[in-house]
């Protein structure tokens, strides 16, 4: 049996870190949004008792520390599963190292797919906390939508779905490693936090332009991105409703209310950088064929 998943890319409209928790892990506050930029994933039953996966861009590990990988070893265990052999193939759009959580969804398609390709009938709550076990925008990865997400990663709360628009975002060449952007964090010193209170309040309106207007991301203050400001002037001059980074970065969205303008802003971003793409916001993290 072969299933095919689509594992849909995320942006951070919001992104603040209240503290960093005696186990290391930073407590979160991020409102989290799915797009239509996807990976495609297969799972395929296989015999030899292994985990044999492949992928279209070289640059990615395919042994154990793919967190594809580590994602069907826990899926295995927790779920009870013997693993009879099993083939995962990645065909990657969505860049690496690029704030979009391209990983991560990776992870919860082998998650879900799993779940569907065993029949082990686990609920969604149960499947999230599994990606939760391998990384933090996992549990996310597996719902999508529009999200509140806390702690570190496992809470989510559902959000009015974000109004229809066309989200740009621009990658920069460079990439930035999660890990190394909160130990940048832990070390920069003082930090000017965000206005959580108001960006939940704008969230629960479903009003794009006061959401665009709340927007923000605590990152920027302390992880240097050369190319940024070049590309939010591109994102302003072409009107852009709001311009930020995603996550740790690098890559920089704007929203926008009309496609032709926001593929507009697009082709003069593709003179700065290499790697830029149109979609909309969508209210599923994984399609599974």
Partial sequence: ????????????????????????????????????????????????????????????????????????????KAAGVENKGLKIHIEKRIPFAAGLAGGSADAAAVIAGLNKLYDTGLEKKQLREIGLSVGSDVPFCITGGTMLVQDVGGVLSPLPA?????????????????????????????????????????AASADLKSICEACGNVFEECIEVPERVDIKSVMR??????????????????????KHIAEACAEELKRLVKDVYVCEPVQRGLEIG
């Fill in 1 to 76: 049996m072969k299933i095919k998943i689509n594992a849909a890319a995320k942006i951070n409209l919001f992104l603040d870190i209240l503290a960093l928790l005696p186990n290391g892990y930073h407590s979160l506050f991020m409102v989290m949004q799915s797009v239509g930029f996807y990976d495609t994933v297969e799972l395929e039953q296989a015999k030899g008792n292994k985990i044999t996966l492949t992928c279209s861009e070289n640059a990615l590990p395919t042994d154990e520390t793919n967190i594809a990988h580590k994602a069907a070893m826990a899926f295995f």
């Fill in 162 to 202: 974000l109004p229809l628009c066309y989200i740009v975002l621009a990658k920069p060449e460079s990439g930035v490693s999660t890990k190394g952007a909160y130990k940048t964090y832990d070390e920069f010193g003082y930090i000017h936090h965000l206005d959580t209170v108001n960006m939940l309040h704008k």
């Fill in 237 to 258: 001059k072409h009107g852009a409703l709001c311009s930020q980074m995603s996550g740790s970065g690098p890559t920089v969205f704007g929203i926008f209310e009309e």
